[in-house]
């Protein structure tokens, strides 16, 4: 055997063994999931940690194509693609962005003093993301932020493990008054059951869930309102409640910002649920968002006939593992 055939030979033995680890990683992973379809928690997964071999895949593609295995231009595909996936799988998803924005939430009469709102959303903690290495990130630079309260909008979780309590326990080190509503992943709509492991882990480590309640600020109010696909943001008591102060209106899905009432005040709706798009492709991602947001929101602000509504692309994934175009983000919102 030729000293190239014996490194391609130690290529592919490496790939068994690497698929081998992956089935079993993904099998115990799984047996540890809040999940109601085991097998396709058990796919997810397992594309999760198969996309480990792309590594070796890259280095292979190299070599082959050096040696002339491969035709240039396959090894050119096969790199190429492999180091896109690479960097979608474990660069782009562990950098979390910051970005800036104002908005003026009382066109009359500007606060006295700016408040500023750190917005997140779709942390989707279990199967592929949201562990304690993002979350040590988040909590980091949302104190080095310091803002003056924390609105996280729903979907906390995709199929979490059953040690939730204990993987949220950083978030106690924030700073900052975090709020909070669910969202649809957090209502079974899909997923499992998971309402009361959630409730124990937001009340555990001091996030307030506010869905259906009031938080009265200086210069205005916020308000939580339930998961739209979990039918519960009936929105219609808003004008009986007092308008001596601007809402800010914190719910998962943006498409509940049309079922927003005519208010004295035009409020701002803080959601997430899109994250984006999650992977930005032309035309396939534009397709796609049809189906995740009938009014079209992807991102950032929109305006609507009775009320604003703001969009973050969130810091977790769903589906797949992977976000490309679409980094983890924070946005603080500075109400002048």
Not at 243 to 254: A, G, R, T, V
């Amino acid at each position: 055997m030729s000293n190239s055939s014996s490194i391609i030979f130690y290529f592919y033995i490496c790939f068994v063994l690497l698929a081998v680890w992956a089935i079993a990683q993904a099998w115990l992973s799984q047996s540890r999931t809040e999940t109601i379809h085991p097998f396709k928690a058990f796919v997810h997964l397992l594309v999760f940690y198969l996309s480990y071999l792309l590594y070796p895949l890259a280095l292979f593609s190299t070599y082959a194509g050096w040696t002339g295995y491969y035709s240039s231009q396959q090894a050119i595909f096969i790199c190429v693609l492999s180091l896109v996936l690479i960097y979608a799988r474990f660069i782009e998803p562990h950098f979390i962005h910051v970005h800036h924005h104002q908005y003026r939430l009382n066109p009359e009469q500007p606060f006295h003093t700016p408040v500023k709102v750190a917005l997140i959303a779709d942390l989707h903690i279990g199967l592929f993301s949201g562990h304690e290495r993002q979350l040590r990130t988040l909590v980091k630079k949302l104190n080095q932020l310091q803002p003056d309260l924390v609105v996280v909008a729903g979907d906390w979780t995709y199929e979490p493990e059953n040690t939730l309590v204990e993987e949220l326990k950083i978030l106690s080190e924030i700073q900052a008054p975090v709020y909070s509503v669910p969202g649809n992943h957090d209502e079974q709509y899909p997923g499992p059951p998971i309402q009361q492991l959630l409730k124990n882990a937001l009340e555990s480590n001091n996030v307030i869930d506010i869905e259906g309640k009031i938080i009265d600020f200086d210069e205005f109010r916020l308000i939580g309102i339930g998961d739209l696909w979990a039918g519960k943001t009936d929105m219609r008591a808003m004008p009986d409640l007092p308008q001596d102060k601007p809402w800010l209106i914190l719910s998962h899905n943006p498409d509940t910002v049309d079922m927003v009432p005519a208010l004295p005040t035009r409020p701002l709706m803080l959601s997430g649920h899109t994250h984006g798009g999650q992977i930005e492709l032309p035309w396939v991602t534009s397709y796609i968002m049809k189906k995740v947001s009938i009014l079209g929101h992807k991102k950032g602000l929109y305006t609507h006939e009775h009320a604003d509504v703001f969009v973050t692309v969130g810091t977790g994934m769903v589906g797949i593992p992977f976000r490309f175009r679409v980094p983890p983000t924070i946005d603080m919102i500075e109400l002048i």
